[in-house]
Structure formats: structure tokens, C-alpha cells
């Protein structure tokens, strides 16, 4: 037990030490990287990375796809603030045999239009539109019966008014079952890569550290979760987020901090339906369990940004 909490805390200090090293201070670039997906997690406050038990733990603990042991297909759709939205989806392909889990994610951004202009300030017909995507593939191994670690690496690239940039980029992250199946601890280093020329200038990437807590406070019905986000560039932020299954059901709620806009409060609801219940038992799934045949769940999040629009999130992940 006392290597196993060595190793996450030495893969913990490893990301924190990868930050300092390659921090100057500044504005980070690519900013699209730091938007999390899957309405589930954001649903709980964007606590998340000591979950991180189906294929959302891409984005926010690849550590966490060694818990995911049938193959996931994900799709998710985030309506943002400032008419941003934004296009996810995500494959899990767990090899058992070794106890890891392969993981493949997709975003798509879609940044808005801008005014054309020329060099003199006059307009110019028609507008620009202004969009980003990141690709990434991410491992989580596990090691033993209560730790795992992972690693993703990724390439991005953003074209803002005709000014296009691309780069590389990498995450990695550990998850610990401290009490078995009941309290989980999370750890990851997201965003970690060299400079990005922009202009003149080089600027970081938005290297982002998150640790969290979660306790399954009533095993398959309730989980809390806490959790410290660190940006490059910002000050610490807080999350906590519960989640509740009844039945078929699921009911989320969480807080963030919110850095003075206001705001701060999300709330989701989840659905999760085995279609081979239809006409049987269909609610408590009593025909079907967790691991036979196949799993849809549909889930929505609502989160409030305060001065901001409010954010929407709808998505579905497929489980076979």
C-alpha cells in the first residue's frame, strides 16, 4: 500500500515539476484546450478526475480508462459561452489481457466569425469564421488491483482569422483506489509541450494541474467528489460535485469556483437504458446487468458562468 501511494504521489510531483519548468508566465495560447468535455463530469462541477470510470477520463485523467473494461463509444455536443460550441467524441478499446485500456478522442471547436477587414480598416464582404481541433491517444494502465497511470499524447491546431498554428501536446495522470471501490484518489498534468510561436512572441500552452478526491459514499448509488484545479496562468480553483443513481436515473449536482464572474453552480441528469430490457424489466434492468450485452446513456449538464452565458452539454456514451 505505501508503494502504491510512492508512485501517485511521485506521478503527481513529475506534473507539477513539468509546469514550473516550462512556465515563464504570460498568457498561455490555445486556451481551447482547457475546455473539458462530457456533460456527466461537468454535470458534477467538473470534479472528475478521481471518477474517471468511463472514456470522458480523456480529458481529464487518462489513468482513469483502466477502470473501463467493455468497448465505449462517445459522443458529446457543448453549446459554450460566447456562441462557442463544440464537437467530442471519443472510442475506448480495453485489452484485458494486460489491464489496459487504449483510448482515441476527437474535438472540434467552432470559435465564431469575425468582421473582415483590410489593412486600411474598411470592411470587407463576408466574415471569417474562426475554429480548432485537437486529436489525441491516450493509454491507462493499471497496476495491480488498485493503481493505475496514463498517459495521452495529442496534436492541435487553431486558425484564427486566416493566422493558423499547430502544435503537440501531452498529459499524463495517476488514480488510486485508497479504500477498495469506495475512495479513489486522482492526479493529472494535462496540456504539457513546448512553446508556440505566435507572432513574434513564443507563448505557452495552458498546462493545467487537477488532484481530487472521491468517495462512493452508497456503492453504485452515491458518489461525492472534491477536487483543486491549477492553471498556468490563473489562480487555484475549487470543485465538488455528488451524483445519484436511482434506478435507471442519474441525478448530478456540483459548485466551482469561479475566478469573480459570478456563477459557479451546475446540475445534470443522466438516463441509462440496456435495450435488450425492452418489454422485460425496463427500469431495474434486472434481464440485463452492467456487464452483458448493450449500454446507451444519455446525459445533459447545465453550468453557470455568471457574467457569461450558462453552458449546455448533451451527450451519449455507448457501452458493448
Same mark, same amino acid.
Given at each position: 500500500?505505501?508503494?502504491?501511494?510512492?508512485?501517485?504521489?511521485?506521478?503527481?510531483?513529475?506534473?507539477?515539476?513539468?509546469? @514550473?519548468?516550462?512556465?515563464?508566465?504570460?498568457?498561455?495560447?490555445?486556451?481551447?484546450?482547457? $475546455?473539458? *468535455?462530457?456533460?456527466?463530469?461537468?454535470?458534477? /462541477?467538473?470534479? =472528475? !478526475?478521481?471518477?474517471?470510470?468511463?472514456?470522458?477520463?480523456?480529458? =481529464?485523467?487518462?489513468?482513469?480508462?483502466?477502470?473501463?473494461?467493455?468497448?465505449? $463509444?462517445?459522443?458529446?455536443?457543448?453549446?459554450?459561452?460566447?456562441?462557442?460550441?463544440?464537437?467530442?467524441?471519443?472510442?475506448?478499446?480495453?485489452?484485458?489481457?494486460?489491464?489496459?485500456?487504449?483510448?482515441?478522442?476527437?474535438?472540434?471547436?467552432?470559435?465564431?466569425? $469575425? %468582421?473582415?477587414?483590410?489593412?486600411? /480598416?474598411?470592411?470587407?464582404? /463576408?466574415?471569417?469564421?474562426?475554429?480548432?481541433?485537437?486529436?489525441? @491517444?491516450?493509454?491507462? *494502465?493499471? @497496476?495491480?488491483?488498485?493503481?493505475?497511470?496514463?498517459? +495521452?499524447?495529442?496534436?492541435?491546431?487553431?486558425?484564427?482569422?486566416?493566422?493558423?498554428?499547430?502544435?503537440?501536446?501531452?498529459?499524463?495522470?495517476?488514480?488510486?483506489?485508497?479504500?477498495?471501490?469506495?475512495?479513489?484518489?486522482?492526479?493529472?498534468?494535462?496540456?504539457? /509541450?513546448?512553446?508556440?510561436?505566435?507572432? !513574434? %512572441?513564443?507563448?505557452?500552452?495552458?498546462?493545467?494541474?487537477?488532484?481530487?478526491?472521491?468517495?462512493?459514499?452508497?456503492?453504485?448509488?452515491?458518489?461525492?467528489?472534491?477536487?483543486?484545479?491549477? %492553471?498556468?496562468?490563473?489562480? +487555484? $480553483?475549487?470543485?465538488?460535485?455528488?451524483?445519484?443513481?436511482?434506478? &435507471?436515473?442519474? =441525478? #448530478?449536482?456540483?459548485?466551482?469556483? +469561479?475566478?469573480?464572474?459570478?456563477?459557479?453552480?451546475?446540475?445534470?441528469?443522466?438516463?441509462?437504458?440496456?435495450?435488450?430490457?425492452?418489454?422485460?424489466?425496463?427500469?431495474?434492468?434486472?434481464? &440485463?446487468?452492467?456487464?452483458?450485452?448493450?449500454?446507451?446513456?444519455?446525459?445533459?449538464?447545465?453550468?453557470?458562468?455568471?457574467?457569461?452565458?450558462? +453552458?449546455? #452539454?448533451?451527450?451519449? @456514451?455507448?457501452?458493448?
Amino acid at each position: 500500500m505505501k508503494r502504491l501511494a510512492i508512485l501517485t504521489g511521485s506521478l503527481f510531483f513529475l506534473g507539477y515539476h513539468l509546469a @514550473l519548468g516550462s512556465d515563464q508566465g504570460g498568457t498561455s495560447t490555445a486556451q481551447f484546450l482547457r $475546455i473539458g *468535455q462530457g456533460a456527466r463530469a461537468e454535470g458534477m /462541477g467538473g470534479a =472528475f !478526475t478521481a471518477v474517471a470510470d468511463d472514456v470522458y477520463a480523456i480529458s =481529464f485523467n487518462p489513468a482513469g480508462l483502466a477502470q473501463v473494461t467493455r468497448k465505449q $463509444i462517445a459522443l458529446n455536443h457543448l453549446a459554450y459561452i460566447e456562441k462557442i460550441n463544440a464537437q467530442f467524441g471519443a472510442f475506448a478499446l480495453p485489452f484485458n489481457g494486460v489491464n489496459g485500456t487504449l483510448g482515441f478522442g476527437f474535438n472540434y471547436y467552432n470559435l465564431g466569425e $469575425i %468582421e473582415r477587414r483590410d489593412n486600411t /480598416g474598411a470592411s470587407i464582404d /463576408g466574415e471569417t469564421k474562426l475554429g480548432a481541433y485537437s486529436a489525441g @491517444l491516450s493509454w491507462g *494502465q493499471a @497496476l495491480g488491483n488498485s493503481l493505475a497511470v496514463g498517459v +495521452t499524447g495529442k496534436m492541435f491546431r487553431e486558425d484564427l482569422a486566416g493566422e493558423g498554428k499547430s502544435g503537440f501536446a501531452g498529459d499524463v495522470g495517476g488514480f488510486w483506489f485508497a479504500v477498495p471501490n469506495r475512495l479513489s484518489l486522482g492526479v493529472s498534468a494535462l496540456n504539457v /509541450g513546448p512553446k508556440l510561436k505566435v507572432g !513574434t %512572441e513564443d507563448e505557452s500552452l495552458p498546462l493545467t494541474l487537477r488532484g481530487g478526491l472521491a468517495f462512493r459514499a452508497v456503492p453504485d448509488a452515491l458518489t461525492l467528489s472534491v477536487e483543486a484545479e491549477k %492553471e498556468r496562468d490563473t489562480d +487555484t $480553483i475549487f470543485h465538488g460535485g455528488a451524483e445519484y443513481k436511482y434506478r &435507471s436515473f442519474f =441525478f #448530478r449536482g456540483g459548485y466551482r469556483s +469561479t475566478l469573480g464572474i459570478g456563477g459557479g453552480l451546475s446540475a445534470g441528469v443522466g438516463f441509462l437504458w440496456f435495450p435488450n430490457s425492452m418489454g422485460k424489466d425496463f427500469f431495474n434492468q434486472k434481464d &440485463s446487468g452492467p456487464e452483458e450485452g448493450t449500454s446507451i446513456r444519455f446525459d445533459y449538464s447545465y453550468v453557470d458562468y455568471g457574467d457569461f452565458d450558462a +453552458t449546455h #452539454r448533451f451527450g451519449v @456514451l455507448v457501452s458493448f
